[in-house]
């Protein structure tokens, strides 16, 4: 393979996704995410879920970019004489039209690609995102790979968002719209953490610093009056 090849769009657009797929996931796991609570309080179960949803959705990727979307072979591979009785039964095919490109025989449905210069099998899109065609044989997959990739933007965003909450000593995330139970999207609050845009609430019981009644020190003198 020449040096040069390594330089080609195909290459380069799918690095570029694989780096940053796992860029983004490094970043959730080390920032102070809920991937990293559900780490040090021990349950492992989300995490790994999490990992499996992203390398399930790079494989995918890899699978429907890499893959023979059903280009029409240059040459047609010899076909049975038909018998008779099938003959009797089945009209007269619909005669194939040449593609005015590469000059093959095209199928029903079949489309040229400009970008991949070959005639493709139920022609959906060339997507760019992948550097391949989408057609007969990788339109499932590119279908599976949609759903959970939407799944791990949606979980990944979620994660983003519910970053840097602070907990109240009664194990709610503040501010009030990050508050949740234990779930498999959340982890509980066990411990009193501030938030960088929203302080702690005190507990019950101590009033609030920015409510604190005035010091005798701070509160302005009064007047005495003669006995």
Known sequence: MAPWALLSPGVLVR??????????????????????????????????????????????????????????????????????????????????????????????????????????????????????CVGERNHPLFVAYLALQLVVLLWGLYLACLGGCGCDPAGCCLPPSCCSPSSLWGPACSSPRTSTWWPA????????????????ASAPATPSTAA
């Not at 609570?37 to 790079?58: A, D, H, I, K």
């Not at 019950?204 to 009644?213: E, K, V």
Request: charged share 20%; net charge neutral.
């Open 15 to 132: 690095t570029g996704h694989t780096v940053l797929t796992w860029g983004i996931t490094l970043v959730l796991f080390l920032h102070d995410t809920a991937l990293r609570q559900w780490e040090e309080q021990g349950e492992l179960l989300p995490p790994l879920t999490f990992l499996l949803l992203v390398l399930g959705s790079l494989l995918l990727y890899l699978a429907v970019s890499l893959m023979d979307p059903g280009y029409v072979n240059v040459q047609p591979q010899p076909q049975e004489e038909a018998k008779e009785e099938q003959t009797a039964m089945v009209p007269q095919a619909i005669p194939l039209r040449r593609c005015r490109y590469c000059l093959v025989l095209q199928p029903l449905r079949a489309r040229h690609c400009r970008e991949c210069r070959r005639c493709v099998r139920r022609y959906d899109h060339h997507c760019p995102w992948m550097e391949n």
């Open 201 to 216: 609430t005190p507990p019950p019981g101590s009033s609030s610093p920015h409510t604190a009644l005035p010091t005798s």
